[in-house]
């Protein structure tokens, strides 16, 4: 269970960090202060996350949770 | 517990059903045959099959359906969950999820309205103390739902508690939230005058907006976070969303203005304050309105009576209900309540069954009577012997089966569980866009610096992109309501079963309701549904010189020892004309001709014209009027007497008083009424004029009762069969409803999805109208629901900005989510005032008016 929740949390967090930076890069074309750029990014980042999380973990349960279990029982 | 080696899992079903070596054999085969079973053995004895699988290749349902497919039951455990702390559609879909994941969980549904959770589940494989823990993760209370009074006293203690919290939470977040609102708005209109300008400082505001947030609305927060750690989404992450952005942005302005956020001018206090009471107020109008949604249940579990006069050893004694035994005796006294179920063993009275069967009038009760547990008993005292206690009393099978509806789902509610599954994710990508619009493109397009919040005087001047955008956005989140959509269907059901409930009609299920008022075409069984299935003696006619009451004493003789209803119907007939028929010294019975019986050396004999000729009785003389009889729809047989014809007596069943009122209702509403019976065609005919039925299938044998309803529905019919819920059990389950009338008090026995408590076919009438009524609130809710997100989240993402300048501000988009959900709960409490029109118009009253007209048997 924590592979699931260790890989699903690497996924989201890396979409969402890749999308604050685009977030960035379209900044650049414009006149903004940093301090909106930073807030931006920083609300891009939150809602891309919150998005991404209850779609990212399901999924991922979905493709691990048999080869988990194999591994558990090979532990055991 | 299941054992696991390498990647199969062993698990132990519970099979029912099997009988024999072979049952051993097939479930052996049937379950083995599935693509990923290893090993499969069943026990006879226990009744167990332990088969060990692969959970990658079958799963528990397939397994469950190759045991159905052989003709066996694999029995699940089955748990009825309250459920604590679920406030929106997307806890429905959080719990089914996260419970539906655990492996051996066959099938959960979760009831916003009711806060409860159903499981179907192997114990064996996961324990219900599992399935508590997976709730329990998201962030919801879970524990054993009790019955009977103390799940009464529970739920009630539970939703008081949840109030007692909510009017706290309500209180604290009103009074700060006004105050803060009052110290926003110091500088403007009359205010300066009656606020005191330090109310209007940002740091005092702080102190007065922080425990709002981290008081009352830590609850949004913690909630989300539990929901978000298992990877789902709820309300509370709207909220938390909301609150905290308005909260960290007017923090930022506060102590660092020149950070770049708007500066001092565009500190949201208020907005995270009044945001938050009005959540609050949302979900404390919320916990008092929905608790009167579930108030027919609650109803029915007051009636349960506490206590029981039980003769011991010729003492009366005062006992617990729950502590009588059956076959105890019972003593009631004039207006008490009936303990438990039983028959009248001694002593008359009347006794109003009314909150049971909905019989509006008391019921006469003398020995041999039954007496149903939980009503009244009016005049008189009696004594009874018990005959069902406990859980099997009427009363217990009809919460159970009133809430076994409750927890089911009408197909109706599919597309609101999508989209409320849907809708927090979908809410939270609206607000990104809605933001990236804004910031990159709608600012510099349409900003305008005098422009304000709507309904309030409050300037937005100072705000940069990323403020406005920020606003904007957080408006999106707040304004949408999932809660609406979700509680659209299951409460309008909920209210529609309890409804139909005090009407002694029970729906199995909300998609009995849904199918209910869909229906087209309506088939009556004829006998024992629109007649009493008693016939009696209409006509008796005498030939020549004989006398009319000889006639029938003949008759009566020649049947006394038949077991036929028609001649117990010619016996009563003769019995009630005050002539006692003699015993016959013989009696032979000639299947599908009549009978043959000797008295005081004469022959009788009573039958139809086939009798008549083989025994060479000269009967042309009353050949007319024997077809006039049966023209009328009654049936005519012949007595003849040492040869010589005598006679004929017409024997017919009479119809139930409300029949007729029943089908021309029914003719109103736009449905087809059909009849379907073994009679002839030309005697059903003459039945079905009279009671007003356009349709006749007529010469059906029992065994093709069900072929008939399949082959109307194969014309494309929804098709209702009304019938007896035992003896037309095909037909009933073949139908898109099956009504099973007149069961009494038995409930749980009977097929069919709607279930009649009273032999009154005006309650067919009646449950039509609340199911009509209830699919309609369904879809006024749904409307409703629907319409004001529709209309709600493009208001608030801003799209009415460009020509008008005024935003939603995230407060005022609160006030209007609370309002949205309120009114889904308060257009379903006013099903609690309907009267089904049927009853309406005092239809048992008219009824009973109506004089009994008779059909043959």
């Known amino acids: ?70 591994e558990e029982l090979a532990h055991h | 517990m299941p054992t696991e080696t390498k990647h199969l899992r062993k698990i132990n079903l519970r099979v029912a059903g099997m009988t024999c070596a072979s049952c051993v054999a097939n479930t052996e085969k049937a379950l083995g045959d599935l693509p990923g079973v290893a090993n499969v053995t069943v026990n006879l004895a226990t009744g167990k099959a332990a088969v060990e699988y692969d959970p990658a290749k079958v799963t528990l349902a397939e397994m469950q359906k190759a045991v159905a497919d052989i003709g066996y039951e694999v029995v699940l455990d089955r748990s009825h969950l309250q459920v604590t702390g679920m406030h929106c559609a997307s806890c429905v879909t959080n719990i089914e999820q996260a419970v539906g994941e655990l492996p051996g969980v066959k099938k959960v549904v979760a009831n916003l309205a009711m806060g409860s959770a159903e499981v179907e589940y192997v114990a064996d494989v996961t324990p219900l103390s599992q399935v508590k823990k997976a709730i329990q993760e998201l962030g919801y209370g879970a524990t054993e739902k009790v019955e009977g009074a103390e799940a009464l006293d529970r739920e009630r203690e539970a939703r008081q508690r949840e109030i007692r919290r909510q009017r706290l939470n309500l209180i604290i977040s009103g009074i700060l939230g ?32 922080t425990p709002v947030v981290f008081g009352p609305g830590r609850q949004f927060f913690i909630n989300s976070w539990n929901g978000l750690k298992r990877g789902v989404t709820d309300m509370n992450l709207l909220y938390a969303t909301g609150i905290g ?20 001018e565009a500190t949201f206090y208020e907005a995270a304050a009044l945001l938050t009471a009005f959540i609050i107020l949302g979900r404390y109008l919320e916990a008092v ?60 009275s009347s006794v109003d069954q009314s909150m049971i069967t909905g019989e509006s009038m008391p019921v006469e009760k003398k020995v041999g009577d039954e007496a149903i547990g939980a009503t009244i008993n009016k005049t008189g005292a009696f004594k009874f012997r018990a005959t069902r206690v406990g859980k099997d009393t009427a009363l217990s099978q009809i919460i159970k089966l009133v809430e076994d509806a409750q927890t089911t789902k009408a197909p109706i509610q599919r597309i609101a569980d999508l989209v409320a599954g849907r809708f927090i994710l979908g809410v939270h990508a609206l607000a990104l866009v809605t933001f990236l619009f804004w910031f990159f493109a709608g600012f510099a397009l349409w900003f305008d610096p005098l422009s304000r919040l709507m309904l309030t005087p409050y300037p937005i001047t100072a705000v940069g992109a990323f403020g406005f955008a920020l606003l904007v956005s957080v408006t999106v989140l707040v304004i949408s309501c999932p809660c609406a959509v979700g509680l659209a269907t299951p409460s309008a059901i909920m209210g529609g079963t309890g409804k139909a409930a005090e009407y002694g009609i029970l729906f199995k299920g909300g998609d009995a309701i849904e199918a209910t008022s869909k229906l087209q075409v309506v088939i009556f069984d004829k006998t024992g549904t629109l007649t009493r299935g008693q016939p009696s003696v209409t006509d008796v006619v005498a030939w020549q010189q004989m006398k009319k009451d000889e006639v029938l004493r003949l008759a009566a003789v020649a049947e006394k020892n038949s077991e036929h209803p028609l001649g117990e119907a010619i016996v009563r007939g003769a019995r009630a004309q005050g002539l006692e028929p003699e015993d016959a010294q013989s009696f032979n019975a000639i299947p599908g001709h009549g009978v043959t019986a000797q008295l005081d050396g004469r022959t009788i004999l009573l039958g139809n014209r086939k009798l008549m000729a083989e025994q060479q009785i000269a009967f042309d003389g009353m050949l007319p009027e024997a077809e006039r009889l049966e023209s009328e729809g009654k049936t005519a047989m012949f007595v003849a007497v040492d040869g010589k014809l005598a006679g004929i007596v017409a024997v017919a069943d009479t119809l139930k008083e409300t029949s007729a009122q029943a089908v021309a209702d029914l003719h109103r509403m736009g449905l ?27 010469e059906v044998l029992p065994e093709n009762k069900a072929d008939t309803v399949k082959k109307l529905q194969s014309e494309g019919y929804r098709v209702a069969m ?25 409930v749980a026995k009977e097929t069919g999805q709607v279930i009649l408590i009273k032999d009154d076919l005006l309650d067919v009438v009646a449950g039509i109208q609340v199911a009509q009524a209830t699919i309609r609130k369904v879809k006024e809710n749904l409307f409703w629901a629907f319409g004001y997100n529709t209309l709600a989240i493009p208001l608030g993402m801003g799209v009415i900005y460009p020509f008008t300048h005024q935003v939603v501000s995230p407060e005022l988009a609160a006030l209007l989510m609370a309002t949205s959900s309120l009114s889904v709960t308060l257009n379903t409490l006013r099903m609690r005032g309907y009267i089904p029109p049927i009853r309406r118009r005092g239809g048992g009253q008219v009824a009973t008016s109506l004089q009994p007209r008779e059909v043959p048997a």
Not at chain 1, 42 to 57: D, N, R, Y
Not at chain 2, 202 to 207: A, D, G, I, Q, T
Not at chain 2, 682 to 697: F, M, N, S, W
């Open chain 2, 289 to 348: 309105t929905r608790g009167r949604t579930s108030e027919a249940i609650r109803r029915l579990m007051k009636l349960q009576p506490k206590r029981a006069r039980v003769i011991r050893d010729g003492q009366e004694v005062d006992i617990p209900a729950e502590e009588v035994q059956v076959d105890d005796i019972m003593l009631v006294r004039p207006g008490e309540a009936i303990p438990v179920d039983g028959i009248v063993t001694e002593g008359y």
């Open chain 1, 1 to 70: 269970m924590k592979s699931v929740g260790l890989i699903s949390a690497l996924i989201y967090t890396g979409i969402s960090v890749v999308a604050a930076v685009l977030f960035l890069v379209a900044t650049l074309g414009g006149e903004y202060t940093l301090v909106e750029r930073l807030g931006g990014i920083a609300w891009v980042f939150i809602l891309s996350m919150i998005i991404l999380m209850p779609v990212v973990t399901p999924l991922v349960k979905r493709r691990l949770r048999p080869q988990e279990k194999v």
């Open chain 2, 672 to 698: 087809q009424v059909a009849m379907l019976t073994g009679d002839n065609r030309r005697t059903a005919e003459a039945i079905a004029k009279q009671v007003g039925i356009d349709r006749v299938l007529a």
């Open chain 2, 245 to 264: 952005a308005a909260y960290l942005i007017a923090v930022i302005n506060t102590f660092w203005p020149d950070a770049g956020f708007g500066g001092r």
């Open chain 2, 722 to 746: 009304v019938g007896d819920g035992i003896n037309d059990a095909p037909a009933l389950a073949q139908a898109d409803v099956g009504i099973a009338i007149g069961s009494g008090t038995d």
């Open chain 2, 178 to 209: 006004l105050i803060v609102m009052l110290g926003t708005f110091q500088p403007y209109w009359i205010l300066p005058n009656i606020i005191p300008a330090w109310l209007n400082n940002k740091v005092v505001l702080f102190f007065l907006t």
